[in-house]
């Protein structure tokens, strides 16, 4: 954003309140090239407001009144010790109105005028705003269709997922144990995967020896656990992906509901060659104990020594208790030859 190159980034203490019946706070305001966050006191996010959607209650009156276009009822109040921040603001917001269209001035005549006048604003100063209007607009059933889409295009670097119909049965099994009242889809692939990889839509991939290697069925059960923590959730798994795909792109998915293949494509290959950060145990004890799965059989898989996963071995949420088997024998057995046929 050129408009405020002479300020980079600054900050300065404001009086913020979320709505009309809120507490008014102290706050810390740092702006950036083309957004403003508010923090508290302890440096936690409180609002984050993108400049072109700021407007000012009083141009030209001490202290300073902004609130988001259209929502009066939240505000941040500025005094004379933030001018600098005061001015960049006003600076910013317009420069921003220069780039809007006149009505007068400018005729959207075409489809094309159209679009163009939409890459314009994206490219100086809304692709986060197109990111998070597309992220709004997917309905659950078309996230769904991004992570098969995806899923697919893995197989270029895992080879095709392995089914069966009584393995597949299994799978379904295990999918509604841990995720009840999801539509979450499993696929055990034989190659390019030792561990399990959640996906967006509720889809994950899983290397076929944790299906293969081990007795029981908590192995499987603990990694795929250890995938649904680590991915912050399926709204982080969408935003991923479209921080993936290049505005453009996005613009394309915003209008006709269709991902493009390269981004399907650069998205699965990152996923696939990105290591997994670990979760903390006790973060990873919660979605065991939610799921009422032992996390020894896991925690040993991870570690045979237990001496880095001590946590999850000594703090067991079903240590002494009996929880319902997550696969019977015979279904374990039909799961382990998968990718035999």
């Known amino acids: 954003m050129t408009a ?14 979320a709505d009309a019946e809120a507490q008014r706070r102290d706050v810390i305001v740092t702006l950036g090239d083309a957004s403003l966050t508010i923090f508290d006191m302890k440096d936690r996010v409180l609002a984050h407001w993108s400049i072109p959607a700021i407007a000012r209650e ?4 001490m ?13 941040l109040e500025l005094g004379d010790e933030s001018d600098v921040m005061v001015e960049a603001i006003d600076k ?14 400018l005729r959207l005549t075409s489809a094309a005028a159209i679009t163009a006048s939409v890459v314009a604003l994206g490219v100086f100063w809304l692709p986060d705003a197109v990111r998070n209007q597309t992220l709004t607009a997917l309905p659950e059933i078309k996230q769904r269709q ?8 893995a197989e270029r670097f895992t080879s095709t997922a392995c089914h069966a119909p009584s393995p597949d049965r299994a799978l379904g099994k295990i999918a509604n144990r841990l995720f009840p009242g999801t539509s979450t889809a499993i696929f055990v692939v034989a190659d390019g995967l030792t561990d399990a990889l959640a996906l967006p ?16 069925p908590e192995v499987l059960a603990g990694y795929l ?11 982080t798994l969408i935003q991923a992906v479209l921080t993936e795909a290049k505005l453009l792109e996005n613009l394309k998915l915003l209008t006709s509901g269709d991902l493009p293949q390269a981004v399907a494509d650069r998205y699965a290959e990152a996923s696939l060659a990105t290591e997994r950060s670990p979760m903390t145990q006790d973060a990873l004890l919660e979605y065991f104990d939610t799921a009422d799965v032992s996390s020894r059989a896991y925690a040993l898989a991870v570690d045979v020594t237990g001496e880095t996963t001590l946590g999850l071995i000594e703090a067991d949420p ?19 030859s998968i990718c035999e046929n």
């Open 4 to 17: 405020l190159k002479e300020f980079a980034k600054i900050e300065a203490v404001g009086i913020w309140r």
């Open 58 to 61: 009083n141009p030209g009156v």
């Open 63 to 75: 202290p300073a009144i902004y609130h988001p276009d259209g929502d009066p009822n939240e505000t």
């Open 92 to 105: 910013l917001r317009k420069a921003v109105a220069r780039r809007r269209p006149h009505p007068g001035r």
């Open 146 to 153: 991004i992570g098969a889409q995806i899923t697919k295009a």
């Open 201 to 216: 839509g509720n889809h994950y991939l899983v290397g076929k020896a944790l299906v293969e290697d081990y007795e029981t």
């Open 225 to 235: 656990l250890a995938a649904a923590a680590v991915s912050g959730g399926q709204d």
């Open 318 to 336: 079903l240590a002494g208790k009996n929880p319902p088997a997550i696969l019977t024998d015979g279904e374990w057995v039909a799961l382990q």
